[in-house]
């Protein structure tokens, strides 16, 4: 039973283009939700995250939004560009430190 | 400020050895989490753990896994008779203290167990 889904398991853009890429939760009790990017043999690197009580954060080109009544997130690259390809990971968790839950990722291609 | 240290990087072990997995967190952070990734899966949370208390355990196997942070020195994560099925890569994250509201979790470069 997947409490978070990445429903596309790859997805290829164009450098300058915007990526999004998508995240669907079933467990209305996440409250914190967050992105991670790895690339092989590393571990995940931090993203970018969003608590439930807003509805987008910006850091750069990066963009995360989310929709709690749709029980959705979505994260928005703009521009991309080549060493944004990677493997990117949705997460979510409870209030406070708990474990997280991941999605089975995106691989993102990013050509130039 | 040195980011999470995870050691060996790559171990491998014939099947009934023990593997033993070394995490030291982020300076400051006293919570230990430690995930584990099969190939084309996503992070599987397996322990959360803070000096000398296990927080929860639901997602380690009852049989063979165990974890400890001691008052002093790295986290463990130790598997005994391992099996090929326990050949994946094997992540450690760290975290500091919150009270409830927004915290990150960073993660170390992970171990890559092949049990042959």
């Known amino acids: 039973d997947q409490q978070v889904k990445q429903n596309s398991p790859s997805l290829s853009v164009q450098e300058g283009r915007i990526s999004i890429l998508n995240c669907d939760y079933t467990?209305?009790?996440?409250?914190?939700f967050l992105w991670y990017k790895k690339y092989p043999a590393e571990g995940p690197t931090f993203l970018i995250s969003i608590s439930s009580i807003k509805d987008k954060n910006e850091d750069g080109r990066f963009t995360v939004f989310l929709n709690k009544s749709a029980k959705h997130l979505s994260l928005h690259i703009v521009p991309s560009q080549p060493g944004d390809s990677a493997v990117y990971f949705c997460a979510a968790s409870g209030a406070g430190n708990t474990p997280l839950v991941f999605g089975k990722g995106t691989r993102l291609s990013v050509i130039a | 400020n040195a980011g999470v240290m995870q050691n060996p990087r790559h171990l491998v072990r014939r099947r009934g050895q023990e593997a033993r997995l070394r995490c030291s967190p982020m300076k400051g952070h006293s919570h230990v989490y430690w995930y584990r990734q099969l190939p084309e899966e996503g992070l599987k949370f397996m322990v959360y753990l803070q000096k000398e208390n296990i927080i929860d355990e639901s997602g380690m196997p009852k049989e063979r896994f165990s974890a400890e942070f001691p008052k002093e020195g790295p986290s463990i994560l130790r598997i005994q008779q391992v099996v090929r099925g326990d050949s994946a890569a094997y992540f450690c994250?760290?975290?500091?203290?919150?009270?409830?509201?927004?915290?990150?979790?960073?993660f170390g470069p992970g171990t890559r167990l092949t049990v042959t």
């Open positions: 994250a760290s975290s500091r203290l919150t009270s409830g509201g927004a915290y990150e979790q960073y």
């Open positions: 467990n209305s009790m996440f409250d914190y």
